[in-house]
């Protein structure tokens, strides 16, 4: 009998958890023997919701940026599995999107359906080092036990990285922020938007963060929110009290000084400028180094490295998302398939002349629209290989639909009901619209008209 392949899967959120499913339902015994290493006590990634910042329980840096009345921000009809629905879990359907608590149960109830993936996994265990040997052609894999603080070392023949992109926040400076008079964090930190009822607040950013803080702030009793922006507004039709202006130049006091020679009176600042790829267990130039982009460079079919590890090195998870949990799906399937030698392997030379023309498509995107599309064509593109997703097209116009939503109205785009690819079925209304409603429980939110 040939030798059992070793395969080691670094964190346990939803990317590194779709590798577990998908191995657990393709392989036998005889040939594949997976580890996961999650650094934290639990499952989930960045949907476990912690009232910690800075550092854990364990004092290693805090993983997740999740926040306490996150709704999604894209149609849950966008994100859900083929093979389990949302009205399979929930025993009903449920309307279009819903609070992160409604979101990690879906996800639990799809990696306990006739699964057992928690002996795979071993928990508070981070991953210190990853190195190859180009003599015996693997991986030395390095980790502590957050319990016990014993290292140990372990030796793998493929290594899947799912250790998630928005979790080491970009923080840049502005002058005169360290004697601003008033509470300064970033996005990553935030947690309760009641901390800033009845303060006047100035937002950094303008992308999907600056946009869901500001809302939600207001929402929960913020006085007024000034979004300021570098390259472009957000340019959205928002509700009195969020403006936005251009770029903050300095602060003296509690004023912010910006670009349009304008300035105002504020209490708190948000940063919300994104987050930076951070692989620092990585070694050398087995470290993808990329900022956010929908398809990195180096990687053939955006999963397989091409700069180290003889192409036995996966990232997952590594594009900017529109798609999340069923890109993260079938990209799982993609690197479990080709592991397991059902894929028909190319040459070096093949593979990078594959990535290189899609990293040329994306270099010719122009809006949201093209990215939508892009991102629809690189999850086609994996399904044609492994027979995943009947017809992505259907997705790809809900999301074209979404997009026209929040252009119309930022407020009422989450009121809007989508019908699912896969059991035809139109969800309901909330009870109430998402302006209104603030019981986020599971209870209240599967309660529908
Ligand atoms: P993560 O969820 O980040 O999981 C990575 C895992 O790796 C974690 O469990 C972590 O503990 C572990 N890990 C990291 N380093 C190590 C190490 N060295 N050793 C061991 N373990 C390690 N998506 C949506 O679909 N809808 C939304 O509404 C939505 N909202 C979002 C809101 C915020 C604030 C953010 C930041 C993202 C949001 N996303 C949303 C996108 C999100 O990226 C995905 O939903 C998803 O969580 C990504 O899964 P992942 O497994 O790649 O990464
Ligand atoms: P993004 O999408 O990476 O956006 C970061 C924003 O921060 C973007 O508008 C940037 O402006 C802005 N930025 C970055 N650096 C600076 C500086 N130095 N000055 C001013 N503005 C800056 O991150 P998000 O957190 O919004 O979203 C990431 C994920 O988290 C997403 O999936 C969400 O669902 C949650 P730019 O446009 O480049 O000028």
Request: aromatic share 14%.
């Amino acid at each position: 009998m040939a030798n059992k392949k070793k395969v080691c899967v670094i964190g346990a959120g939803p990317c590194g958890m779709a590798a577990l499913f998908n191995f657990a339902k393709l392989k036998s015994d005889n040939d594949v023997e997976v580890v996961c290493y999650e650094k934290q006590k639990n499952w989930g990634g960045l949907w476990n919701y912690t009232w910690r910042t800075g550092t854990d329980g364990y004092g290693e840096p805090c993983h997740a940026g999740m926040y306490k009345h996150l709704w999604s921000n894209g149609p849950k009809e966008c994100l859900e599995f083929p093979d389990y629905t949302f009205e399979k879990h929930f025993g009903k359907a449920i309307p279009s999107f819903p609070p992160r608590l409604v979101l990690k149960d879906y996800l639990e109830g799809r990696w306990t359906s006739n699964v057992d993936l928690k002996p795979y996994i071993r928990f508070s265990t981070v991953v210190r080092h990853v190195e190859y040997n180009e003599m015996d052609k693997k991986f030395r894999v390095e980790t502590t036990d957050l319990e016990t603080y014993q290292s140990s070392k372990e030796t793998f023949d493929y290594v899947i990285v799912a250790t998630g992109i928005f979790n080491v926040p970009n923080v840049p400076d502005f002058p005169g922020l360290d004697e601003f008079e008033g509470r300064v964090q970033h996005a990553h930190n935030f947690r309760d938007a009641k901390e800033f009822k009845g303060q006047r607040l100035l937002i950094v950013g303008a992308s999907y963060s600056a946009e869901d803080l500001a809302l939600q702030c207001l929402k929960f009793g913020a006085k007024s929110v000034v979004c300021t922006w570098r390259t472009k507004p957000m340019g959205f039709n928002w509700p009195k009290g969020i403006e936005e202006r251009p770029l903050v130049q300095k602060f003296e006091e509690k004023t912010a000084h910006f670009k349009d020679g304008s300035s105002a009176e504020i209490d708190a600042v948000i940063l919300c400028t994104g987050y930076k790829y951070s692989f620092p267990f990585m070694d050398g130039k087995l470290c993808l180094q990329s900022s956010l982009s929908l398809f990195p460079d180096n990687l053939y079919k955006g999963s397989v490295y091409l700069l180290g590890g003889d192409n036995k090195l996966f990232y997952m998870g590594i594009q900017d998302q529109y798609y999340t949990f069923t890109m993260f799906d079938v990209q799982a399937l993609w690197v479990c398939k080709y592991i397991l030698g059902k894929i028909e392997p190319k040459s070096p030379s093949e593979m990078k002349a594959n990535a290189h023309k899609w990293c040329q498509k994306r270099s010719e995107l122009k809006n949201c629209h093209d990215d939508i599309d892009f991102q629809t064509e690189f999850i086609a593109d994996l399904s044609k290989g492994v027979g995943y997703f009947p017809d992505a097209t259907k997705a790809r116009e809900i999301f074209h639909t979404w997009e026209h939503d929040k252009e119309k109205n930022i407020v009422t785009y989450r009121d809007q009901c989508f019908t699912s690819i896969f059991t035809g079925t139109k969800s309901p209304g909330h009870t109430a619209p998402w302006w209104q409603a603030m019981d986020d429980s599971i209870k209240a939110f599967v309660n529908t008209k």
